[in-house]
């Protein structure tokens, strides 16, 4: 059974800095694109950042691009997002995905998701 738990989430003041991490299980993420995504009230779910299968490639939304980073380690199973420079608008619901691809930026293309870890942003 496939399992994404993200962790890191939290509150923050803007201008911080937070590092989510997700932990698969049931599958060996070194075979799939990993992607974050998120997800505000009453927005629709959103891509954040995607990194293929070694890590080689990455691709970011432009609204986090330069603040953003994200990274795999594929011997713990794990994909990090690294934020910094934190604002309000950054508030949200953050998911981790896997996708059986190289790399996709494309929501429908991710076959396992996580639960979502909630970061909170304060001005």
Excluded at 102 to 119: F, I, K, N, P, R
């Amino acid at each position: 059974q496939v399992e994404l738990v993200e962790s890191g989430g939290g509150l923050v003041q803007a201008g911080g800095s937070l590092r989510l991490s997700c932990a698969a299980s049931g599958l060996t993420v070194s075979m799939y694109a990993m992607g974050w995504f998120r997800q505000s009230p009453g927005k629709e779910r959103e891509f954040v950042a995607a990194i293929s299968w070694a890590g080689s490639n990455t691709y970011y939304a432009n609204s986090v691009k330069g603040r953003f980073t994200i990274s795999r380690d594929n011997v713990q199973n794990t994909v990090y997002l690294q934020m910094n420079s934190l604002s309000p608008e950054d508030t949200a619901v953050y998911y981790c995905a896997a996708a059986k691809d190289y790399l996709t930026l494309t929501l429908a293309a991710y076959d396992y998701w996580g639960q979502g870890t909630q970061v909170t942003v304060s001005s």
